[in-house]
Nanobody
């Protein structure tokens, strides 16, 4: 199983980016999918979560600016990031709880860098 994240890049403050993450491999089911981020010198933090049923939750720091969504048929999760701020600069990682080989495991994507210039 692999999670492949994409969509990062350099953007000016106030701009937008859309991150994508697709799961591939032998997958029976996907439960929660999440986006985390890690800024230089800081711990990794949870940005947003979406359940298999579509319920979402997000960190206070991104509420109203970031939107998490998913396409179960495509085994994908997205993060629409609007009104970006320099403090959003970080490597963004997708994460998913995946059922395969009769058990649930958590998988991570490789990370995609988002840089917001002031």
């Amino acid at each position: 199983v692999q999670l492949q994240a994409s969509g990062g890049g350099l953007v000016q403050a106030g701009g937008s980016l859309r991150l994508s993450c697709v799961a591939s491999g032998s997958i029976f089911s996907i439960n929660a999918m999440r986006w985390y981020r890690q800024a230089p010198g800081k711990q990794r933090e949870l940005v947003a979560t979406i359940t298999s049923g579509g319920r979402t939750n997000s960190a206070d720091s991104v509420k109203g600016r970031f939107t998490i969504s998913r396409d179960n048929a495509k085994k994908s999760v997205y993060l629409q990031m609007d009104e970006l701020k320099p403090e959003d600069t970080a490597v963004y990682y997708c994460n998913a709880n995946i059922y395969r080989d009769s058990r649930w495991c958590t998988y991570w994507g490789q990370g995609t860098l988002v840089t917001v210039s002031s």
